[in-house]
């Protein structure tokens, strides 16, 4: 029996496994990789709405090319936006459709100091009239597809308004809301309380998308058990570990869990990551970026530590994949690997 079952407005994601928006990470080729393991939906990095307003004047900038990337295989095709004002965020929607988009989804819950200082992201928690102005014109924006939201529990301990979000999300016509269980004041390091996805679940009658603390599959399932979630959604844990999505969604529907991947495996996988990643930005910028890819799969191998180490040394070809080629025979630091898994952090 499968546990979690999401239907956003017309659009069917079967069993709900969701890879969040990660600045730095989303790009065309990790979705691409993502969706090889069985994702249901993934996210393109949040771009501003202003930045798609001024694409609307025909400023595109290099790097909002490269976030809203795509291809004809990708389906569907989510489109993060972020802002506090209404009318770009309306302009940034309309741009999104034009350009394919299959979904919209509002950024309300990222807590770093430059976007939530400046009253975007989770900064929007403590607005809630502006909240509702900015849902509301992204859907007046974007009639004809789904629009979803993403949100914290609230802004700190003192501030619990998850649910109310929701029910405003809900009264501008959203059509689901992603739920993360912790506050915008906590780290990642901090437990997430997914009873703040229940509640909200209890508040609206949209789907409510669960988020936060997933770095297993059996955690995927005690979340959907617990929370009774139409989806779950995973972010950090599929740093390094694509195979997540296989296993959670496996779990999920009930079926064995596929084997672990082995040392050669993450190898071939990194290979190849590798060489899209350098058609898709070029060398120079490539060599930069998947540096942490590398320390992030190479995790719970020996050598990991040893790597970190020497990372930024790797400025050739022929160096990283030297590197990386280290671990294909590598055995699994299984004390590393033990202690990451008892420290939840997505």
């Known amino acids: ?206 789907p409510i998308i669960g988020n936060g603390g997933i770095l297993r599959a059996d955690q995927a399932v005690a979340m959907a058990r617990q929370t009774g979630c139409a989806g779950v959604m995973l972010a950090r844990g599929v740093l390094g570990n694509p195979w997540l999505v296989r296993e959670v969604k496996a779990a999920l529907e009930g079926r064995a869990a596929p084997p672990a991947p082995t040392a050669m495996e993450k190898r071939d996988i990194f290979f190849r990551f590798w060489r899209e990643m350098s058609e898709f930005r070029g060398f120079q910028k490539a060599i930069k970026d998947i540096r942490k890819h590398l320390i992030w799969i190479s995790k719970g191998l020996r050598g990991a530590n040893d790597l970190r180490r020497d990372v930024a040394l790797l400025n050739s070809e022929e160096a990283l994949l030297s590197r990386a080629g280290e671990f294909s025979s590598a055995p699994t630091n299984t004390r590393s690997a033990a202690r990451r898994r008892r420290k939840p952090f997505n």
């Open 1 to 206: 029996m499968t546990l979690t079952k999401l239907k956003i407005r017309g659009l069917d994601l079967g069993t709900g496994v969701c890879v969040s928006p990660m600045v730095g990470v989303t790009d065309l080729p990790f979705r691409r990789l993502c969706r090889e393991f069985g994702a249901d939906i993934t996210y393109t990095e949040m771009v501003a709405g202003p930045a798609l307003a001024a694409a609307k004047a025909g400023k595109f900038d290099v790097k909002t090319l490269r976030i809203l990337k795509t291809e004809r295989d990708e389906f569907p095709y989510a489109i993060q936006l972020f802002g506090s004002m209404p009318d770009a965020l309306a302009v940034g929607a309309k741009v999104a459709v034009e350009l394919g988009a299959n979904l919209v989804d509002f950024n309300m819950g990222c807590p770093t100091r430059r976007v939530a200082g400046s009253g975007s992201g989770s900064g929007l928690l403590r607005e809630p009239e502006l909240a509702r102005r900015c849902i509301g014109a992204i859907r007046k924006a974007a009639p004809d597809v789904p629009v979803t939201v993403k949100i914290r529990a609230g802004w700190d301990v003192d501030h619990v308004n998850g649910p109310e979000i929701c029910r405003i999300a809900e009264d501008e016509g959203a059509d689901a809301v992603t739920v993360h269980g912790r506050f915008r004041s906590q780290s990642y390091g901090d437990a997430p309380d997914w009873n703040h996805i229940t509640n909200a679940i209890d508040a609206v009658s949209i």
